[in-house]
């Protein structure tokens, strides 16, 4: 029996990269040898145990046949005769078909294995070259978002010209009509984590990926906005801009998603009105709702999207609006039950701020000011209010109105305080 680092892990030590996970492949052993060791046999599709020890996995040298559509439409077939030349053969890029043994730490000083590398994954590695290993790579679909999303995390690679070839040519051949939701999402999402996620976006519509996935996205790109606002003018490379700007300010998935998600009514706005886009945030959070259905996307991303694509116009013009109005913008976003995920909305609209062409450093005034409108409006004692209104004989939405009428007293208050600071 022969266990091989293999995959991300050898990848990233050759890069210098820190290592999350480790994955391990074990060669001319049976299930029957590995439970006998102290592994257990956690694996559904294929044989993956757990190390007795340390509860990484070890999964059994195997090789794949394609029987169907999309990722699951494969036959695993594993033997003590699978080699790990057969195994890494079934990889998606060269990079990641690299083996080394089991003892390989990638510590400075220590003298490398002789590494198993049939594809020539290192070469690449120095290179910077995205590549892919087989042409098997088109049996499955999800390997398009992967490459796609691996081209967000080195975006210092460039892909090779036959790969992105044959990313063209699974496209055209709908294969990438039979990805899965949850796959989609689950790419997605890591991919918008990556320092340069638009690197993802860029390769997703280079290869005819992005209409079929995200058709609500893809429209954007040709789209006019009106250059007084938006110097950059094409609304899809407006989307990128923001969507940069999220990965610039460390900005968590819930934000990012709502940058990526908030123009979308841009790409219904009928021609004869353009560059004007009067009505899209409504647009927007519609589409947004059918996108995240879907996709299953979850809830915690949409219900922020819903409120950045709904309220963004507002959030950027709020330095004109009086206190009540304030308090309804408030109110309008949830802020009083939901106080954080308002300073995301805030910081995804910052975002949107700066993602236009020049004014990328600019300053945003409208965060710091609203939150501190909140929190005014916070400090007041909504029970008494609501009581001593109840005592007048007030009931239903006319007790409401009395505690957005102290609120805004309250923002009125914070308001004047602030004038006269300055």
Same mark, same amino acid.
């Given at each position: ?19 999350? #996970? ?38 059994? =040298? ?72 087989? =042409? ?15 081209? =967000? ?64 996205? #893809? ?100 330095? #004109? ?39 990328? #450093? ?26 001593? =209104? ?33």
């Amino acid at each position: 029996m022969q266990i091989y680092m293999v995959g991300g892990a050898v990848r990233d030590r050759l890069l210098g990269l820190p290592v999350q #996970d480790h994955d391990w492949v074990v060669v001319g052993a049976t299930p029957e040898q590995m439970v006998a060791r102290g592994y257990l046999p956690v694996g559904k599709d294929f044989p993956v145990f757990l190390h007795p020890d340390t509860r990484e996995e070890y999964a059994l =040298a195997r090789t794949e046949r394609k029987s169907g559509r999309g990722y699951k439409g494969f036959t695993v077939f594993t033997s003590p005769d699978v080699t790990i030349e057969d195994d890494l053969a079934r990889r998606d890029l060269t990079i990641n078909a690299i083996a080394a043994r089991a003892e390989w730490t990638g510590a400075e000083g220590q003298k490398d294995p002789e590494f198993i590398d049939p594809f020539h994954g290192r070469r690449d590695l120095q290179a910077k070259v995205l590549r892919h290993v087989t =042409a098997a790579f088109r049996e499955d679909p999800v390997r398009i978002l992967r490459l796609a999303r691996f081209a =967000a995390r080195f975006h210092d690679f460039t892909i090779a010209p036959e790969t992105m070839a044959l990313l063209r040519e699974m496209v055209q051949e709908g294969e990438a009509d039979h990805l899965v939701p949850e796959r989609v999402w689950q790419e997605l999402a890591r991919g918008l984590m990556e320092d340069h996620p638009v690197r993802l976006f860029d390769v997703l519509r280079d290869c005819g990926a992005l209409r079929v996935v995200l058709p609500e996205l #893809d429209r954007l790109w040709g789209v006019p906005q009106r250059p007084e606002y938006h110097p950059e003018v094409d609304t899809g490379v407006h989307v990128m801009m923001v969507l940069q700007q999220a990965a610039r300010l460390r900005a968590p998935l819930p934000v990012r998603w709502a940058c990526l998600m908030h123009d979308l009514g841009k790409g219904t706005t009928p021609v004869d009105v353009l560059p004007r886009h009067i009505g899209h945030e409504a647009r927007s959070a519609r589409l947004l709702r059918a996108v995240a259905e879907r996709l299953r996307v979850p809830t915690e991303c949409t219900e922020l999207a819903e409120v950045v694509a709904r309220e963004h116009g507002n959030i950027h013009r709020s330095a #004109d609006l009086n206190a009540a109005a304030l308090v309804r913008l408030l109110e309008r976003c949830d802020a009083f039950r939901k106080p954080a995920r308002f300073a995301d909305a805030l910081l995804a609209c910052e975002c949107d701020a700066r993602g236009r062409l020049g004014m990328e #450093d600019d300053a945003y005034p409208q965060r710091p000011r609203l939150l501190a409108a909140l929190a005014a409006a916070q400090g007041v004692q909504t029970a008494s209010v609501a009581q001593a =209104a109840m005592a007048h004989g007030a009931q239903g939405a006319a007790i409401g109105q009395a505690v957005a009428k102290a609120r805004a007293q309250a923002v009125q208050g914070w308001m004047d305080e602030a004038a006269a600071a300055r």
